[in-house]
């Protein structure tokens, strides 16, 4: 079976400090992996994606993530935190060769204190 | 130009109620999803949708149906409201291909008394 788990419900950091928000998967053969950011009061959306080749994947608004295979994770992280990445982050896989829903994880609150 | 829109923005109803919400998305994508966000902001899937297959959730009640007139448009139809509808949804689109990224509504806040 397909799973997600984001360990963290919160995350504080100071702002300029280096921030990661973890995210750990199962499923059967290769992933799809993805995060998502959730403003207040707003859609999800989309920051990047892992679906092939280097294990680093940049994304959007200075965002990057790096997938483990052997650690299963696909951690989120950014050099240096904005007191505007505070947000609602979420996690999502979906094994490469099937049909099966995008299966999501349970959000991690991340908060960036002046 | 929104990409995914849903109307209404805001539901505010009595329990017992019918209630539809309506979503559009421009991007041309083949597929549409309804999801849940309750108030511990988990995020549910209850359906997609493409031109071939509607996907149900097991897990949702069948008060709720989605219904689309066409691969541009998901509506979501609720009967008999209950409390524990409360919640936004959310509507999204994507290609099929599982590789491909979800574009997300802004949302409809329902509110169930």
């Known amino acids: 079976a397909q799973s997600v788990a984001q360990p963290e419900d919160q995350v504080n950091v100071a702002e300029g400090n280096p921030l990661t928000v973890k995210c750990t998967y199962s499923?059967?053969?290769?992933?799809?992996l993805f995060w998502y950011v959730q403003y207040p009061n707003r859609g999800l959306q989309f920051l990047l994606k892992y679906i092939t080749g280097d294990n680093l994947v940049k994304g959007s608004y200075g965002f990057e993530a790096e997938f483990n295979k052997s650690q299963t994770s696909f951690h989120l992280k950014k050099p240096s935190a904005l007191v505007s990445d505070s947000a609602l982050y979420f996690c999502?896989?979906?094994?490469?060769?099937?049909?099966?829903?995008?299966?999501w994880g349970a959000g991690t609150k991340l908060i960036i204190k002046p | 130009d929104t990409a995914v829109s849903q109307t209404p923005k805001y539901l505010v109803t009595q329990m017992g109620n019918d209630k539809s919400i309506k979503c559009e998305q421009n991007l041309g994508h083949d597929t549409m999803y309804w999801y849940k966000q309750d108030s511990k902001k988990f995020l549910k899937i209850m359906f997609s949708y493409n031109n071939k297959e509607l996907i149900i959730n097991e897990t949702v009640p069948n008060r709720f149906s989605p219904k689309s007139p066409d691969k541009a448009h998901l509506n979501l139809h609720i009967n008999s409201l209950e409390l524990g509808d409360s919640a936004v949804y959310f509507c999204a689109s994507s290609q099929v291909s599982a590789a491909d990224n979800q574009y997300f509504g802004p949302g409809t806040r329902l509110l169930v008394l």
């Open positions: 499923v059967s053969g290769n992933p799809y």
């Open positions: 999502a896989v979906r094994a490469a060769d099937s049909n099966y829903q995008l299966i």
